[in-house]
């Protein structure tokens, strides 16, 4: 019991750390151009080397499901914490970027997020939640051209959809595959979750720095045997999870989108399995309009357990 209290109030600690963080983590982005120092070798790592980024940082640029308006309110218009979800999308260490939805680019701006410094779009998939054809452009324009075009890495069947432009190099993700970024080993992992009727296959993905990793997984519900198989092997640090559904039941959206419930018993098995521990951080994203309540209810009810609603802004350091 008392170990669920420390528990309890370990997390209730990081979220006041976090919640406060965006302004320090965005203050520490590096501008593309002095990006510049990154070494043509650097990108060129044997995938055997091992990852060595030491600080991972993650912020928030989307938090929401596709039921949110696809456009942003302005910066003039102030708003509370979870007012207003962003199409789901993250930064990594201020330079990947997974997902480059409708409202990435007015999120970014929001939270003074310098554009330019991105040098590399990780997609999980063509749903137009995820992928904006025109912020996509507008992100590899904004870089300095002298840096080499913007790599955007998807499977083979999103990669055909992805604008022809010599600011941008199509990187393929092989499934499984491993391939090395910013001192991070980066696997695309298959995802239960189809875009219409075509033969894309959804992607999560697992960023493992020198001592942290995480999985980034949305869209989709629950894991592919595949999946749970890799992730076996691992101790995650933080889990990101599609949240679409909340506490509703009888959901047809289940079959390729979480509900809490699923959520919890994924967290559970992982758990006993050593997967995650006490101090893994385990966050809700992908969250739909209609089907949570507002966002200081969601923290009232789930930080407690230990399940952290993000929010767009939110920003999250792994030392
Ligand atoms: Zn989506
Ligand atoms: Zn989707």
């Known amino acids: 019991m008392a170990k669920d209290n420390e528990e309890k109030l ?32 650097d990108r060129q790592i044997n995938a055997s080397e091992k990852p060595y980024a030491k600080k991972v940082k993650l912020l928030f640029l989307g938090t929401g499901a596709a039921d949110w308006p696809g456009k942003y309110p302005p910066i003039s218009k102030k708003l509370v914490r979870g007012q207003v979800r962003g199409m789901s999308s993250m930064l990594v260490n201020g330079h990947i970027l997974i997902d480059c939805g409708p409202t990435v680019l007015d999120v970014m701006n929001r939270y003074n997020v310098n554009s330019a410094g991105i040098t590399d779009i990780l997609l999980t998939h063509t749903h137009s939640d995820h992928f904006h054809p025109d912020s996509i452009v507008a992100i590899a324009d904004a870089r300095d051209a002298t840096l080499g075009p913007l790599k955007f ?45 075509t033969e894309e296959k959804c992607l999560y993905y697992f960023l493992e720095g020198a001592t942290k990793n995480f999985l980034y997984a949305t869209d989709g519900s629950w894991l592919l045997k595949r999946t749970w198989l890799y992730l076996q092997k691992k101790r995650v640090d933080a889990l ?28 559970e098995t992982l758990r006993k399995r050593k997967i995650i521990n006490p101090e893994t951080k385990i966050i809700l994203t992908h969250m739909a309009r209609t089907l949570h309540p507002p966002h200081d209810q969601l923290e009232k009810t789930l930080l407690p357990e230990g399940l952290i609603p993000a929010y767009d802004g939110m920003s999250v350091v792994l030392n």
């Open 153 to 197: 890495w998807a499977g083979p069947e999103a990669l055909k959809r992805v604008p022809n432009s010599n600011r941008i190099e199509k990187c393929l993700v092989e499934i499984g595959k491993t391939f090395q970024m910013h001192g991070f080993g980066i696997t695309g992992l298959e995802a239960n979750h189809l875009v219409g009727t």
């Open 240 to 267: 990101i999870w599609d949240a679409t559904i909340g506490e509703s039941a009888g959901d047809s959206r289940i079959f390729e989108h979480n509900d809490l419930t699923m959520i919890r018993h994924m967290n």
């Open 10 to 41: 370990g997390r209730r600690n990081f979220l006041k750390m976090t919640t406060s963080g965006t302004a320090a983590l965005t203050a520490g982005l590096i501008p593309g151009s002095t990006y510049a120092a990154e070494s043509k070798s």
